[in-house]
């Protein structure tokens, strides 16, 4: 007896899932564990109230920014709108620090003031006339979409658990109270690799004063606004998969304990796909020049967050550029150039704030290189890179998953979407420039980059940044499988079907 295909692929998508939130679900009961260790936050009204009431200043100010009528007035549009207008705060007082030496939150009052004027002009941008995409209305009620919200309230929960992860006390957290101490951003000085961009740090220092969330109200309220977003990517290439493929982005270990451990790669994650999102949209998200002013802040965010993931982020605009032959298109120009603003900004700082990287792209003088070593060396990569993609619970059974629908595809010939496939082909080509550089540093013998340690810890939380791209892919080919074949769905300007 043979079963109908559509059976088949539920059965094995059904199973796939189910692991994934399995270890989702038992990696949840382990952070709450260690918050409830770590104890908790006194309950302040007034500082909670002035996080609250940022929050919802901004929220307000991206409703205000929605155009005055048509298509644009949409959820997904006003959570775009939410994360490039937080990280617009977040550089103006990057910029006022830079060029005064301080830190002024006079700047927050005076910043939101001047966005809602701005917004009276934005808001009156034209939008472009097309016609709406053929997709079944959302059913916000479905079960995974249920689930998935789920999960995120679970990190709400760790708002009143103290900063306990490693990282978030010695760099991300500690910069934030240390800008409050200091009122400039020669706090870097007094935690850990002060060369870091500062720019999560930042965010972080808006709500330091508030002996209850520390500043983490924000940050967490952007990663729900990023759930509405990566929805609507996804109901672009599959529709049916749709609040299943938002389930997996928010049980994923590395997406979830990023988020609630306040370390810097969720940001990037969240600030590279609006950038990429803003390039291939169709009119829903921004009219065109939003969408370009908004590249423009989300490639700052992401080399002002971590420069680390610079290579990936250009590698990954690259590919998009290529595939649809957009040789001239703004958006991903602009990306790129805010990119290099806000990386130069940093590297060309005042001299008071310059210090040696902690893990410098030097070799070390005291170790002679040899072929054997380094031969050794790259198995030792491999091994590491290997497992923490196909073996570790930061991404569960997610690349198990991605082969057999891909194999299956390709075996059935079922073919993809252009904008799904367009995602991942720079998802994985971010991955894959990511194992690149460790492979270089690893292979020259660079003295920490090339150790276990580094590369189980570092490499994992590296392809976080491009891991929604690859999940939209992976998604789209399970909705492929469960048609009779390939369903017309809009992609990017100028794409071409695979």
């Not at 705060?89 to 002024?104: P, V």
């Not at 991903?332 to 410098?360: I, M």
């Not at 080919?477 to 071409?496: F, K, Q, V, Y």
Request: overall charge positive; aromatic content about 12%; hydrophobic content about 55%.
């Amino acid at each position: 007896m043979t079963l109908p295909r559509p059976r088949a692929v539920w059965i094995a998508l059904g199973t796939l899932t189910a692991a994934q939130v399995g270890i989702g679900t038992w990696r949840a009961g382990v952070m709450l564990r260690e918050g409830l260790a770590a104890g908790e936050q006194p309950f302040v009204l007034a500082g909670v109230a002035g996080e609250l009431a940022l929050s919802v200043a901004i929220a307000a100010l991206a409703w205000w920014w929605l155009p005055v009528s048509g298509r644009g007035r949409s959820l997904v549009a006003w959570a775009v709108r939410f994360v490039l207008l937080a990280w617009t705060l977040a550089l103006a007082h990057y910029a006022f620090a830079l060029t005064t030496g301080s830190l002024r939150p006079i700047v927050t009052p005076i910043a939101i003031a001047l966005l809602a004027a701005l917004g009276a002009w934005v808001r009156r941008w034209s939008q472009p006339t097309l016609p709406a995409a053929a997709c079944p209305a959302p059913d916000t009620r479905h079960p995974a979409l249920l689930l998935a919200a789920a999960f995120w309230v679970f990190q709400l929960t760790h708002l009143v658990f103290p900063y306990h992860f490693t990282d978030a006390q010695d760099i991300w957290a500690c910069r934030a109270f240390k800008f409050a101490e200091h009122g400039a951003l020669t706090g870097v000085f007094d935690c850990l690799d002060p060369a870091r961009p500062p720019l999560y740090s930042v965010m972080l220092w808006l709500g330091a004063g508030d002996p209850t969330f520390q500043g983490r109200l924000l940050p967490t309220l952007m990663v729900g606004a990023f759930g509405f977003l990566f929805y609507h990517l996804l109901r672009r290439v599959a529709p049916r998969l749709a609040p299943w493929g938002v389930l997996w982005l928010f049980v994923t270990d590395h997406v979830m304990k990023g988020a609630v451990s306040f370390y810097a790669g969720v940001p990037v994650m969240i600030a590279a796909t609006v950038a990429i999102a803003l390039a291939v949209d169709d009119g829903v998200l921004a009219p065109r020049r939003l969408a370009i002013i908004g590249a423009v802040i989300a490639g700052a965010a992401v080399a002002l967050i971590r420069r680390d993931g610079l290579p990936e982020f250009a590698v990954a605009g690259a590919v998009v550029m290529m595939r649809t032959r957009a040789w001239r298109e703004p958006r991903l120009w602009a990306a790129a150039a805010g990119a290099a603003v806000g990386y130069l900004s940093w590297t060309l700082r005042p001299a008071v704030l310059h210090a040696p990287p902690l893990f410098a792209p030097t070799l070390d003088p005291q170790a002679p290189w040899t072929l054997a070593a380094a031969a050794h060396a790259m198995g030792r990569l491999l091994y590491g890179a290997q497992g923490q993609v196909f073996s570790h619970y930061g991404y569960g059974v997610f690349a198990w998953g991605w082969i057999v629908v891909a194999v299956w595809a390709a075996r059935r010939a079922t073919g993809n979407v252009p904008l799904a496939t367009l995602m991942g082909l720079a998802g994985l080509a971010a991955w894959l420039a990511t194992l690149a550089l460790y492979a270089i540093l690893t292979f020259t013998g660079h003295p920490q980059m090339s150790t276990l340690f580094i590369i189980r810890t570092g490499f994992g939380r590296h392809l976080v940044h491009f891991y929604p791209l690859c999940l939209l892919h992976a998604v789209s080919l399970g909705e492929r499988l469960l048609s009779a074949g390939p369903t017309a769905s809009p992609g990017p300007p100028g794409a071409h079907p695979s």
